[in-house]
């Protein structure tokens, strides 16, 4: 393997419901980075129906080149079929390094290539940089329970390839009309050589706002002591306007629903405000929320480390603080809102 | 009839692992090996589809020779049979190594009786990288079938599974030919109370044990250290961020200026706040 | 399906391993029963193993047993509030083969020790709670667990399921406790540098020092504590009779905070992390309150028999022994092909006959003697201490003037004369 040939960071671009995912575009921030360093090309690899005019988002987000594979085969996301598209272009093309978003569809993805390639595929990294010399990729990534940071490298195998978390990196501020290369191809899979055949995709429709999107997460833990505790977060939320977050010990103990949980186990979130309420702050849950805009804490126990973490603290009794708060908060806003008038 | 095999790992507890503050290390010995959870849950959905299906369940590890006890561990879940690799071969697997020997071993496997479904946890706990699975499933060349949260159909005289796979936002349902490959969510199964009678089954249990040299046709150089193309280069604590302020006074106060705090935000709330006054 | 054994033992701490343990030696299909994790998980003991019972057992144990130190050093600490008199003994022959005893991690050495049993052929089977004794024609036959499929059943069934033996009392064996009859002991962990414990007691490498501490250890209420020596941890705690932390209102734990802080324990602790905390009782009711320990098709071993010598804190010894007897008893009773009371009541009469009885009838007073006088926690101590202080403090008068000054603090000539009393009464219940 002569990894001279290997050159180029690239990002694979997810694509749902005809839109690019948030997580492709963070990817490019980081990649451009990356590219810089090593002066090199930074190329999208797009996969999907109907993708090709989606490139120029790209370009905006800071995409030299962007690969297309643009045919009905690949209407739904099927591994099989993005797999030969992306190892085909891989070894046309022989990129230095290959980003994916730590989804569903990112973390099949990669996984699979990676063993096919074969190469070494990072998991769930948090922190990228890159050697501008040697082009070794430096992914770092929480792991045994997030009770360490480590930082893993590929030596021997070209490309270098990690998935990263949605919401860990920057997406660059999109710079209009900024155009790039587009490069058309066609994968040579056929639909009888697909396995598999997606049947349905059901969407929850729950009108609830889903916390990887909310402004304001009113977030709950094991401190709320039962389910009926746990309403009190439920009534905060919706005096505030905001989603229900929850430890990964309340959603355990079943008070409220898995895609409710926040850490390394659950969601990243960052949302403009952040309420962490009788939860402890253990470094799983902090990994996923610490980049929220402000925190807010009300724990008890004075030495419970999430006040380390927060912005702004309350040592409490959560059950005596947030109804006062909350009728407060009705209150002031009911004259705000007559002020405004 | 079906044949399940089961990929399982025993891992420390992390959730009471504890840190050398100095040397960043992990000491293993203040964690209690356990099954991986997530494993726990692929071995009873594989004992669930025997019970509806009909049919036998093994489980596979690599590990050191105390994961015996993690498949001790499935057969109290319900499993029939347990298989280990264990050789200092295997040692410093990354995935990639991790998936080949694995793979070995099912081929193996197959041989004493052919396997239709092959069944793993999301992810191990220690590992945290999801990545076997689909591993093994490229290697044997079956469709890997990720994030799997409900098996709702297995057809086995028209080879073919229905499963539920767990998206961002809700889940697809999608049809593979069968042989395949699961990794299955937490969600998926509740593990129940295991029976006196696998308690029993599991205290006698005496799993199959295979060295490197006892499976056939193994390349040397992809097992363990010397076939991971990925290395740890440095490990160190995560940083944990500075606190800030804290609000003090009696509850009254506190939320008082708890309320001054959101008042600064009060864009955030016009719409929503509004209508719940 | 329910599987019949020859023996179901109930209760994997030191009784009941060493019972299975023997049986399965024996050839006997014993099954046992821990609702543990894993034997030990739930298991608390301060830590000091006695050499000579497991080597009964288990000859050279501590050739391969997960022990923490062999013990050199014995101190005794008589505290009062801010002085202590300590006295002891160390010896380096205990140092060596076959040493003297040794402390150990519960948590480590029980799965150890079960380990052991099932390489005789003990099945072992964890995490199940036994509900009840099944009991047919007024003879247990089995357990009842708490699993589905659960009952088991055996010719005979041993309980050794510890100081609170449900099983027992639910068989009428024994009645509830008195608070006075049960210590409510609670103990921590505590991590420490290796090197850090050898110097701070004094140690060579590997070895270990026990420390009893009376008095002020615990307020004055009846009572001990203690602190031993780990590999890298220290054992630290208290236990106290019920009636009287009843009494004199105080938790446990506040108990154990209380010594941690004494200004003779907390330089020895210092530093270190605590890693674990636990809580237990122990029957210290003595011979008086010892239930029957063998029925039809049933015997009752270790803690969950009473066995327990307060004074010295022994226990597991008295345990391991009790459980070889009871083991010894079922192979008569397999030999017999009867399992009846009368049979099994051999069991009572070899338990008697051994240390362990004697040991029992020797101290059968002493808790109640020292509970009914207090005089001995919250008043002579703190007199040994003054009249320590008094004896080494260097201030120009004669020793002989400073034990005619401690003789008078004694008192009235009426205390004179009680203390004279009362210290013999000390030495007649423990001679
Ligand atoms: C591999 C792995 C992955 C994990 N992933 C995640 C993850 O994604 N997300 C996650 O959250 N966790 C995760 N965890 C679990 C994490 O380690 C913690 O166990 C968990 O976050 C603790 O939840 P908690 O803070 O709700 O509960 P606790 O730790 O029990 O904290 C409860 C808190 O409430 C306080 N309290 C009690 N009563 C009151 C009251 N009346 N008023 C105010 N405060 C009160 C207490 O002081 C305490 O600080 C993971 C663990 C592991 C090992
Ligand atoms: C703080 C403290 C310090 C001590 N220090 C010492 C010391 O230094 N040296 C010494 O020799 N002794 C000491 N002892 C006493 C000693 O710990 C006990 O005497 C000894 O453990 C008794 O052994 P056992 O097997 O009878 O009971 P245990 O060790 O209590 O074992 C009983 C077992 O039965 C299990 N069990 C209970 N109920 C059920 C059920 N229903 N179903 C299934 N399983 C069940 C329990 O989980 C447990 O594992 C100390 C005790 C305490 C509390
Ligand atoms: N050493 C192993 N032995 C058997 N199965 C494993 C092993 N490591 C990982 N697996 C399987 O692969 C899944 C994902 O593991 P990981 O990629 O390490 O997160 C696990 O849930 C197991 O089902």
Redesign the interface.
């Known amino acids: 393997m002569n990894f001279e040939d290997y050159q180029g960071i690239w990002v694979f671009i997810e694509v749902k419901d005809g839109e690019i995912v948030p997580v492709s575009l963070e990817l490019l921030g980081a990649g451009k980075q990356l590219a810089d360093k090593r002066d090199s090309e930074l190329a999208g690899v797009l996969i999907g129906e109907n993708v090709k005019h989606l490139a120029n988002t790209l370009y905006e987000y800071g995409a030299d080149t962007v690969y297309v594979y643009d045919d009905p085969i690949f209407k739904d996301y099927r591994t099989e079929s993005y797999m030969k598209a992306l190892l085909e272009c891989c070894q046309k093309y022989k990129p230095e390094v290959i980003l994916y978003g730590a989804t569903s569809t990112g973390k099949d993805l990669a996984s699979a290539v990676a063993t096919d390639l074969p190469t070494g595929l990072t998991a769930d990294s948090t922190i990228l940089d890159i050697e501008e010399d040697t082009g070794l990729l430096l992914a770092s990534r929480p792991a045994f329970g997030g009770n360490i940071m480590a930082t893993i490298l590929c030596k021997k195998y070209r490309p270098q390839m990690a998935t990263v978390r949605p919401k860990v990196m920057k997406a660059l501020t999109p710079e209009p009309g900024r155009t790039g290369r587009l490069v058309e191809e066609t994968a040579s899979i056929k639909e009888e050589d697909i396995r598999t055949k997606v049947l349905k995709i059901v969407q929850h429709t729950t009108k609830k706002i889903r916390i990887d999107e909310a402004d304001i997460i009113v977030a709950g833990g094991k401190g709320l002591g039962n389910q009926k505790g746990f309403q009190l977060v439920h009534q905060l939320a919706e005096t505030l306007g905001g989603a229900v977050g929850a430890s990964r010990d309340v959603v355990e103990a079943g008070w409220v629903g898995h895609h409710h949980q926040v850490g390394q186990t659950g969601v990243t979130v960052t949302p403009k405000i952040y309420f962490a309420i009788g939860i402890s702050g253990a470094i799983q849950h902090i990994v996923g929320m610490q980049n929220s805009g402000l925190i807010i804490a009300i724990n008890n126990d004075p030495n419970a480390p999430i006040f380390q973490s927060s912005h702004y603290g309350i040592v409490g009794d959560a059950f005596e603080i947030v109804p006062l708060l909350i009728e407060q908060f009705k209150q002031a806003f009911n004259r705000e809102v007559v002020d405004h008038v | 009839m079906l044949h399940i095999v089961a990929c399982i790992k025993q891992v ?1 507890d ?2 009471i ?3 050398n503050p100095k040397t ?1 290390t ?1 000491d293993r010995a ?1 964690a ?1 090996a356990i099954l991986n959870p997530y494993d726990a849950h692929a071995v009873e959905e594989a004992v669930r589809l025997k019970k509806r299906y009909g049919g036998t369940v093994s489980v596979l590890t690599m590990g050191p020779p105390p994961a015996v006890k993690a498949i001790r561990k499935c057969i109290e879940i319900g499993a029939d049979e347990g298989y280990m690799i264990s050789d200092r071969a295997f040692a410093g697997a ?3 190594a991790t ?1 080949y020997a694995l793979t070995k071993a099912i081929e193996k496997i197959s041989k004493i009786k052919p396997v239709d479904l092959i069944i793993c946890g999301k992810m191990t ?7 076997v ?3 093994i ?3 044997l060349d079956m ?5 799997v949260n409900k098996v709702e159909e297995i057809n086995q005289q028209e080879g073919y599974a ?1 499963v539920h ?13 069968m042989p ?1 490959l699961m990794s299955v969510e ?2 998926i199964n509740d593990v129940p ?5 696998n ?2 089954k599991a ?2 249990y005496q799993p199959i044990i295979w060295a490197v040299a006892d499976l056939e046709g193994i390349d040397r150089v992809q097992l363990g250290l010397k076939g ?11 940083t ?8 003090e006074g009696d ?2 106060e ?3 200026k ?2 001054n ?3 600064e ?2 864009e ?2 016009t ?7 | 399906m329910s599987e019949k054994f020859d023996c179901i033992v109930v209760g994997a701490g030191p009784a009941g391993i060493s019972c299975a343990y023997e049986l399965a030696k024996a050839g006997v299909k014993v099954l046992l029963l821990e609702r543990g994790e894993y034997p030990g998980s739930k298991n608390v003991m301060g830590g000091v193993l006695y050499r000579k019972m497991m080597e009964d057992v288990i000859p050279e144990f501590w050739k391969e047993a997960p022990l923490e130190r062999p013990v050199v050093e014995q101190r005794f600490m008589m505290l009062d509030k801010e002085s202590a008199v300590t006295f002891g003994y160390k010896g380096m022959e205990w140092g060596q083969e076959p040493y003297n005893n040794f402390t150990v991690l519960r948590a480590k050495f029980d799965q150890w020790f079960a380990g052991k049993a099932v390489e005789q052929g003990a099945l072992l089977v964890n995490e199940t709670v036994v509900l009840e004794c099944i009991v047919e024609n007024g003879k247990v036959v089995g357990v009842r667990t708490d699993r589905p499929d659960g009952d088991l059943y055996a010719d005979v069934v041993v309980l050794a399921d510890g100081v609170n033996s449900l099983l027992a009392k639910s068989l009428g064996f024994h009645k509830e406790f008195r608070p006075d009859e049960v210590a409510l002991a609670t103990m921590e962990i505590i991590k420490l540098d290796k090197k850090t414990i050898e110097d701070r007691f004094n140690l060579e490498e590997n070895q270990g020092t026990t420390i009893e501490l009376f008095g002020d250890a615990t307020k004055g209420i009846l009572g001990t504590g203690f602190l031993y020596t780990n590999k890298d941890t220290l054992s630290i705690g208290v236990g106290s009779l019920l009636s009287g932390l009843i009494k004199h209102k105080i938790k446990p734990y506040e108990l154990l905070e209380y010594v941690k802080n004494h200004p003779m324990i907390r330089p020895f602790i210092a530093g270190g992390e605590p890693v674990e905390y636990l809580a237990h009782m122990i029957p210290e009711g003595g011979y008086h309150s010892m239930p029957k320990v063998a029925g039809n098709g049933v015997l009752v071993v270790g803690d969950a028999a009473q066995l327990v010598n307060a004074i010295h804190r022994e226990g597991s010894n008295l345990a391991m022994t009790s459980g070889q007897l009871a083991a010894e008893t079922v192979l008569l009773a397999k030999e017999r092909e009867d399992y009846s009371e009368h049979t099994l009541n051999h069991y009572r009469s070899r338990l008697m006959s051994s240390f362990v009885g004697q040991d029992m009838k020797k101290y059968k007073d002493s808790t109640h003697h020292f509970d009914k006088f207090p005089q001995y926690f919250d008043k002579y101590i703190p007199m040994m201490n003054k009249a320590a202080s008094q004896m080494f403090t260097v201030d120009g008068s004669s020793k002989w003037e400073k034990q005619k000054k401690i003789w008078k603090d004694v008192g009235t000539a009426g205390e004179k004369l009680k203390l004279a009393r009362d210290a013999y009464r000390a030495w007649k219940v423990m001679k």
């Open positions: 420390p992390t959730k692992i504890k840190m960043n992990m203040s209690p990354d995935t990639l998936s706990i220690d590992g945290d990288t999801g990545q699975g689909p591993g499933a490229r290697r469709p890997p079938l990720t994030s229905v796979r767990k998206l961002e936002d809700g889940y697809e349902v999608i049809q593979s030919t395949c937490k969600e109370y295991s029976s006196m009678t308690m029993l205290a006698r991971s193309p990925t290395i740890v280069s440095k490990v160190w604590a995560p944990k961020p500075s606190g800030g302020t804290m609000l509850p009254g506190q939320a008082e708890l309320l705090v959101l008042l935000k009060k955030l709330f719409v929503k706040g509004g209508d719940n006054s």
